[in-house]
């Protein structure tokens, strides 16, 4: 007799179905037949992530949060001058983010509004810093 035959010559059929076969890592299960002894059924779950824009939603954030301290500038006087670096890195990021959302899809609204706040930020500084440097020639004249 033969290992793996029976007596008449009959193969035998593994009592739980086929083992499962090796499979490469990254790729889902395909389970076929009953668990074998010693094996758990493996249940594969898919997760569906939402995409999103990081750099398009930290302009966004930046240009509220610079805008609200330049507001706030008149009343604390030293929250304008820090408010025109996160206006300055909001614009870079606007930028970026809304290069990413014409290829992405996402995050378009969020970076036109981080690009609007943060050059609306930066603009009213160099109109002041024009202000001040036409008075002050004017104020060195007299």
Known sequence: MQPGSQQWGQPVQPVYGQP???QIIGQPAVLTGQPTMGHTPIQVTNVMMN??????????????????MFLSGFILWGAQCCSMP????????????YGNSKTTGVGGGE??????????QV?????????I??????????
């Open 20 to 22: 499962p076969q090796p």
């Open 51 to 68: 995409q999103s824009n990081g750099a398009a939603t930290a302009s966004m954030i930046m240009g509220i949060i610079s805008f609200l």
């Open 86 to 97: 996160l206006a300055i890195i909001g614009v870079a990021l606007g930028h970026v983010g």
């Open 111 to 120: 970076a036109m509004i981080g690009l609007i706040l943060n050059w609306l």
């Open 123 to 131: 603009g009213l500084l160099l109109i002041g810093l024009i202000l």
């Open 133 to 142: 440097l036409i008075f002050g020639v004017a104020l060195i004249g007299m």
